[in-house]
């Protein structure tokens, strides 16, 4: 009976089998030999020996690992064992040497090399638990995953490719890890997991309750093989920075890019603890749980519900798709993101989406009411109410302004806002932002103050840039007098009022740029004697620019709202 399962990975390290059938559990027999099974041949009867009382714990101690993630049961017995143990002389040639079951075959020896100290040390992460691991693979179906032996003979394929035929996929290959160089593995790996369950079936007994994996800067490598329960991967012992990926099959870091934790075929981890160096998080499916240590941390955010508490540092949630395909929701920390499952974030300090990143400090409740204060709300995809209240509000659209529709509705007091996603109603909403720029609705307040001193000061249009910027200066608390002194002192003005002209010539420009005729005789000596006592030209300039003749010709120009490009500053 074939083997073959059609995965490569699996295929490229099943030989046999105790049973010769796949998935089927087994009872395997071993003994440790004190002397030279008959039909030995001279290879190895080379140099023999039993091995020592370290070996065999040691080999117990494989075995366990072995039995851990597969449905194998190891007996000791004293004779006619299906695994026999034993140590020769290999010289330097191998570490050691296994036979591997056939059909027809119930005996099958394993020979450590009794010439190398490697095979006396079994400090985890050194090559003697390595070995052991190894020549028990063998001993229960596992072959090379390349084309090479330690007696130089072909292996028979598929093999594993290049990227994968290492230590950190699996105990059965020669070559060093890719990452972690110099390290040898502490337990079956990703492959060998996937490749002895294939053979026997998985050992669903083991770890079937909530188990927390706790990990340090040094940790071994390994391959993490959990039946069941609730299960966290804690970090927060590791000071520097690493990666967490809770993906089955995928590969997480203690310390800088080593691979060092793998996560088995089939198994959920549903929990994350990071450390203080900051952490790297890629999410499952499942609906996960992140506990944020110190560090800044960016947390990717899977297809389950997932609640992510960021702690400290300064913490990102990545979502895959772009901002206008999900809903959020803020209210004080907490944030929740509906789109990607529903996830709830606290601590989390912005949110990446395919093509922008927002500060969750930006974000503000959808409600009806805002605060009393100057609120910003982020818009959504769908229909939705905002209602500013006191303040200056302003509501927040991300794309640009030519795919929206804003018009007025209820005498200015309402506005609507249409996309192709819904119809917004914004009550008391002063301000309107766009990817590419902004609308004001404030016109008998800052913003039309600062137009119509543009109109007042240059004859001439604000450019989106500039009112921009004297916007921000008096949302700031910059007065409109404060903002026309600047306008006088400016190169422009000067440009269409002379470097120093008279009060009369002064006045007589005031007219002509801003109301368009010339002063009448009584009202041009009324303001020349009211400069001539002392009044400042910028409350002048102000005043006229606040008067009715000013504010009546631009009233059209300003009725569907004020352009401006907001200053970031």
Not at 243 to 262: E, M, Q, W, Y
Not at 448 to 463: H, I
Request: glycine share 12%; hydrophobic share 35%; with cysteine.
């Amino acid at each position: 009976m074939s083997l073959a399962s059609g995965v490569n990975a699996i295929d490229s390290l099943v030989y046999g089998s105790w049973t010769g059938q796949a998935g089927a559990p087994a009872t395997v027999t071993y003994q440790f030999l004190t002397s030279v099974p008959n039909g030995a041949s001279s290879e190895d009867r080379a140099g023999f020996k039993p091995m020592t009382d370290v070996q065999k714990q040691a080999t117990l101690s494989a075995l366990a690992l072995w039995a851990a993630v597969a449905n194998i049961t190891f007996v000791e017995v004293s004779s006619d064992a299906n695994i026999r143990l034993g140590t020769n002389n290999q010289g330097d040639t191998s570490s050691g040497y296994s036979y591997l079951p056939e059909p027809g075959v119930t005996q099958v020896e394993l020979y450590l090399n009794n010439t190398g100290s490697y095979n006396s040390n079994y400090t985890p992460g050194t090559f003697g638990p390595s070995v052991l691991l190894h020549e028990i693979g063998h001993t229960l179906g596992l072959k090379h995953p390349g084309d090479y032996n330690s007696t130089g003979e072909a292996v028979d394929g598929p093999f594993l490719p290049t990227a994968t035929d290492n230590l950190d996929y699996t105990q059965m290959s020669y070559r060093q890890s890719m990452t972690n160089r110099g390290n040898y593995p502490v337990t079956p790996m990703l492959y060998d997991i996937q490749a002895i369950q294939y053979l026997y079936g998985a050992n669903m007994s083991y770890h079937a309750g909530d188990d927390v994996y706790k990990f340090t800067n040094g940790q071994m490598s390994s391959c993490i093989w959990d039946a069941g329960g609730y299960n966290t991967f804690d970090f927060s012992d590791c000071t520097g920075l690493t990666t967490i990926d809770l993906h089955a099959g995928a590969f997480s870091s203690t310390r800088l890019a080593i691979g060092n934790v793998s996560i088995a075929y089939n198994v959920t981890i549903k929990g994350v603890i990071t450390g203080a160096g900051g952490s790297t998080v890629r999410l499952n499916d499942a609906g996960d749980t992140v506990f944020g240590g110190a560090g800044a941390d960016l947390v990717y955010v899977g297809a389950g519900d997932d609640a992510v508490n960021g702690g400290d540092g300064f913490d990102t949630a990545s979502f895959t798709g772009a901002y206008a395909s999900y809903k959020i929701v803020r209210s004080g920390d907490s944030v929740v993101v509906t789109g990607q499952g529903k996830d709830t974030l606290s601590g989390v300090e912005t949110l990446q989406f395919a093509d922008r990143t927002v500060n969750v400090a930006d974000i503000v409740q959808v409600v009806a009411g805002g605060t009393g204060g100057n609120d910003r709300f982020v818009a959504q995809a769908g229909s939705e109410s905002f209602d500013g209240g006191a303040g200056v509000d302003t509501v927040v659209y991300g794309g640009a302004r030519s795919a929206y529709t804003v018009s007025t509705v209820s005498s200015g007091a309402t506005l609507q806002v249409v996309d192709s996603g819904g119809t917004d109603t914004l009550t008391s909403i002063e301000r309107v932002q766009f990817a590419d720029g902004a609308l004001a609705f404030d016109t008998s307040g800052l913003a039309g103050e600062a137009y119509k001193l543009y109109r007042a000061a240059f004859n001439r249009t604000p450019d989106d840039g500039g009112l921009g910027y004297w916007i921000s200066q008096m949302d700031k608390g910059v007065a409109l007098r404060d903002v026309a002194r600047s306008f006088i002192a400016s190169n422009e003005f000067k440009g269409l009022y002379g470097a120093a002209p008279t009060d009369a010539a002064f006045v007589d420009l005031l007219y002509q740029n801003i109301l368009h005729r010339a002063p009448d005789a009584a009202g041009a000596a009324y303001w020349v004697g009211v400069l001539g006592q002392g009044q400042p030209r910028e409350d002048t300039l102000a005043f006229f620019s606040e008067g009715k003749e000013n504010t009546d010709a631009v009233a059209t120009l300003i009725a569907n709202g004020i352009s401006y490009t907001p200053w970031l500053a």
